[in-house]
Structure formats: structure tokens, C-alpha cells
């Protein structure tokens, strides 16, 4: 298993942005793709994001895309999002997700990720 730990919520007027990172520890190589989701109070968690093991494979949400970029760094283990243009509707928890070592694919189902942090909460004021 690794470790994922999120960081950079916070309260952001809207039209702002944030840059989320979410730091893996527990493994000794980058080989398995990671992924973003988000849950809004009441709703279901949602896809918002996912990258390749390499990062040079994105995709996004429909509701994110144009606003929001996902990049890795795998010499410090971290994954990345860049979250621009923000509106009411982004608040919710912010999740990062790792798939298992060898995964090297992003998916955007959330029954394809074996490892979540613990979240980081966005919240947008209108």
C-alpha cells in the first residue's frame, strides 16, 4: 500500500485558484497511474482528474476541463492540481487516489484505485 497525503485546501473566492499536491510515500517506484476525485456534502464522490505513471497522459471531467491541470513530479513522489477559475461548485473534499504498483494506465472509475488519502477540503465563496 502507499501512502497518500493531500495538502493545499483552503477557502478561495471565486474565479480564484488552488494548487492541490498529494504526497505518496510506501513505494520506491512511480509505476502505477494516480487520479483526483472530489465529494460534495450530500453527493456521491465524483472523477475529477487522472494521470499516466509517466504524466504524459491526462484526463479530466468535463465539469474541470480547460480549468484544472493534474501533473506529477516522480522524483518527489507527488502529484499535482492545478485548480484555476474556481466557482461554488468546486467546493467539496478533494481526494487523491493511487492505483496498485503496476498500474501504470489512468482510469476514472474509483473501484480502479487501491490507495485514497485522507482529502483536503476546497471551499469557494460566491
Known amino acids: 500500500q502507499v501512502q497518500l497525503v493531500e495538502s493545499g485546501g483552503g477557502l478561495v473566492q471565486a474565479g480564484g485558484s488552488l494548487r492541490l499536491s498529494c504526497a505518496a510515500s510506501g513505494r520506491t517506484s512511480s509505476l502505477y497511474a494516480m487520479g483526483w476525485f472530489r465529494q460534495a456534502p450530500g453527493k456521491e464522490r465524483e472523477f475529477v482528474s487522472a494521470?499516466?505513471?509517466?504524466?504524459?497522459?491526462?484526463t479530466y471531467a468535463d465539469s474541470v476541463k480547460g480549468r484544472f491541470t493534474i501533473s506529477r513530479d516522480n522524483a518527489k513522489n507527488t502529484v499535482y492540481l492545478q485548480m484555476n477559475s474556481l466557482t461554488f461548485e468546486d467546493t467539496a473534499g478533494y481526494y487523491c487516489a493511487a492505483r496498485n504498483f503496476g498500474a501504470l494506465h489512468y482510469s476514472v472509475y474509483e473501484a480502479a484505485f487501491g490507495s485514497w488519502g485522507q482529502g483536503t477540503q476546497v471551499t469557494v465563496s460566491s
Open positions: 494521470i499516466n505513471w509517466s504524466g504524459g497522459s491526462t
